[in-house]
């Protein structure tokens, strides 16, 4: 009887050990994975995917694997939530994403409901952290500050010139443009001209002769890559020469082939590459070895993931209420984007905007050089 006992106990504890040993830890990464911002959510999906097999092949966290799960959100605030909402169903428990900053805050709210961690490596808009929500977190810059960094630019080498400052209407594209141009009037420098267009708006002529009436030297775009490059293309093919400067929402090299070689000389903000980082150079070659280039937000995603990770570890938990507070602690992560630390709010204590330039390189090929 005794012998039996002690064998039921050794295969309940066999068993015990096996269950944890193949548990599963629930990750989704959100983000446009198809429609015309696809190449962002690529980007996205490039990173988790890579982090979730490296942490796996290392034995996962805390002893158990991720399963990563997809969420195509197609840039929509709606279908944000929705995503939200199955990730909540399904048991996912930490979120990377989504991409857009219109996206993200309605989409963080369920997330923080439901007891959901989530850290988006691209959702600049200041709302989404000024709201304070317990679970939510960037590892990229904010709006304000990107939009200080165009600022300076302008008032320091294009202060005599006409500024346009153009818009999709979007939480991102609006809040950037805007912060550019408070940045801007505060400095001196005023527009001369202050328009919104449509996402998915494919003629820009009206816009284009408005430019031309105003003399406009220099477009500032707040907008992502598509309609940003139309835009230029369409300038260059009615004569206008005037330099586009923008944000972090044009870094794809589709920038490139939507605009054509019309793009050529126009501004950037965007951090310094993470992808020249020595931190990030074995993950770079593990991406490159698969054909992918791991250009702007990857590393970011990528990061995000490491955080999470660490953050656990030294928690000694996968509770993600557990989790926030590590990462809210002032803790130092070490990540292929550099060493990382949170405020109080879950964002980064250090922002490092810097200008690009986009150019041709000796292959012929268009995309964006830091000057």
């Known amino acids: 009887m005794k012998k039996t006992l002690l064998a039921g106990v050794a295969l309940a504890a066999t068993l015990a050990f096996a269950g944890a040993a193949n548990a599963q830890l629930k990750f989704g990464v959100t983000g446009p994975i198809t429609g015309p911002n696809a190449a962002f959510g690529k980007q996205l999906t490039d990173g988790a995917e890579q982090a979730a097999a490296d942490f796996n092949a290392a034995g996962g966290i805390l002893g158990q694997k991720i399963a990563l799960s ?6 929509d605030p709606k279908q944000g939530v929705s995503v939200a909402n199955k990730f909540v169903g399904d048991g996912v428990k930490f979120v ?11 989409a963080s709210e369920v997330y923080a409901e439901n007891g ?8 600049t808009n200041p709302r989404v952290t000024e ?10 810059g904010r709006d304000d500050q990107q939009g200080a960094v165009a600022a300076d630019y302008i008032v320091k080498n294009l202060k005599d010139k006409k500024v346009a400052v153009i818009h999709d209407k979007t939480t991102y594209g609006q809040g950037l443009a805007d912060e550019t141009r408070k940045a801007m009037n505060a400095k001196g420098v005023k527009e001369a001209l202050y328009e919104g267009v449509n996402t998915g708006e494919k003629d820009f002529s009206a816009l284009i002769t408005k430019m031309k009436n105003a003399n406009i030297d220099v477009v500032y775009w707040g907008g992502l890559h598509t309609e940003g ?8 093919d009615q004569g206008v020469k005037a330099v586009m400067m923008s944000g972090d929402g044009i870094t794809s090299d589709e920038f490139a082939t939507i605009g054509g070689p019309g793009v050529e000389g126009t501004l950037m903000t965007f951090p310094p590459d993470p992808r020249n980082r020595p931190e990030a150079a074995k993950i770079v070659a593990a991406f490159k070895a698969k054909g992918i280039n791991p250009e702007a937000y990857t590393l970011y995603t990528y990061a995000a993931m490491e955080v999470i990770k660490q ?4 928690a000694k938990s996968l509770d993600p209420k557990k989790v926030a507070e590590k990462m809210h602690s002032g ?3 070490k ?20 200008m690009y330039t986009w150019k041709k390189g000796a292959d012929g090929k268009i995309t964006y050089v830091q000057n």
Do not use: H
Request: charge should be positive; charged fraction near 25%; hydrophobic fraction near 40%.
């Open 96 to 106: 990377v994403g989504p991409f857009n900053s219109g996206v993200t805050i309605p």
């Open 311 to 314: 953050a656990a570890e030294s």
């Open 116 to 123: 959901v961690l989530m850290v988006t490596p691209s959702a």
């Open 131 to 140: 709201r304070k929500l317990w679970n939510v977190f960037r590892t990229c």
């Open 335 to 354: 990540t292929v984007i550099g060493d990382l630390s949170f405020d109080k709010k879950g964002d980064i204590t250090r922002p490092d905007y810097v």
């Open 70 to 75: 997809k969420g195509d959100d197609v840039s």
């Open 331 to 333: 803790m130092t992560f």
């Open 229 to 236: 490059g139309l835009i230029v293309r369409q300038m260059r």
